[in-house]
Structures are given as structure tokens and as C-alpha cells.
Nanobody
Framework: HVQLVESGGGSVQAGGSLRLSCTAS???????MAWFRRIPGQGREGVAA???????NYLEDVQGRFIISRENGKNIVTLEMNALKPEDTATYYC??????????????????WGQGTQVTVS
């Protein structure tokens, strides 16, 4: 059973940076992992994803501002968020799955989810 623990997040002024981290336990082989976000009143939106081979996929709106990375050989994924905008304000969720075709930004591709961490940009 895979468990995801998120850390990071918080409040920052527009233009600032934040880092989110997600640690997956319960599975030793590389997982497909991703970050999603939910703005109140809306569904979850895929932000960035990373495959077991390090391949990545980004929401167009965050391309060039956010960087997803994985610690070598570990299911620990970091989302570095730069040049933050007020519209990035959301609850951010870590997600993981054993297999997907590509590092997907589609919510239904992921079975395991973290509890979420709040990011507020003012």
C-alpha cells in the first residue's frame, strides 16, 4: 500500500518561490508521481508529472516557472515553484501510480493521493 506524505507550501507574495516535497512509502520500484492542484469550487488540475525514468510533463501555464524533480533512485519528488502568481493559489496534492503510459496530468490515471498542502500567493 503506497502512502504519500507532502511537505512545504505556505504563503508568499507574487513573484516569490515555494517548494513542495512528496515522499512515497510502501513501494520500492520507481512510481509515476505528479502534483495536482484544486482551486475552491473547481476540480483538480494536473500541474506537473514525472515518470520513473525522469521524463516530465507540465501544465502549459506553469511551464518555465515550475520544476518537478525526483531524488535519484527514490520515490521522493519535489516541485519547485517560481515566479508565483495569485492564480497559483490552491491546495496542492501529490499523486502516484504504479504504471501509466506517460507522466500523465490526468487525475484518473493516479490511484494514490496525499492529503494536500495549501499554497497562497498574494
Amino acid at each position: 500500500h503506497v502512502q504519500l506524505v507532502e511537505s512545504g507550501g505556505g504563503s508568499v507574495q507574487a513573484g516569490g518561490s515555494l517548494r513542495l516535497s512528496c515522499t512515497a512509502s510502501g513501494y520500492t520500484l520507481p512510481l509515476y508521481m505528479a502534483w495536482f492542484r484544486r482551486i475552491p469550487g473547481q476540480g483538480r488540475e494536473g500541474v506537473a508529472a514525472i515518470g520513473g525514468d525522469g521524463s516530465t510533463n507540465y501544465l502549459e501555464d506553469v511551464q518555465g516557472r515550475f520544476i518537478i524533480s525526483r531524488e535519484n533512485g527514490k520515490n521522493i519528488v519535489t516541485l519547485e515553484m517560481n515566479a508565483l502568481k495569485p492564480e497559483d493559489t490552491a491546495t496542492y496534492y501529490c499523486a502516484a501510480d504504479l504504471v501509466t503510459d506517460v507522466p500523465s496530468l490526468v487525475e484518473t490515471q493516479y490511484y494514490f493521493w496525499g492529503q494536500g498542502t495549501q499554497v497562497t500567493v498574494s
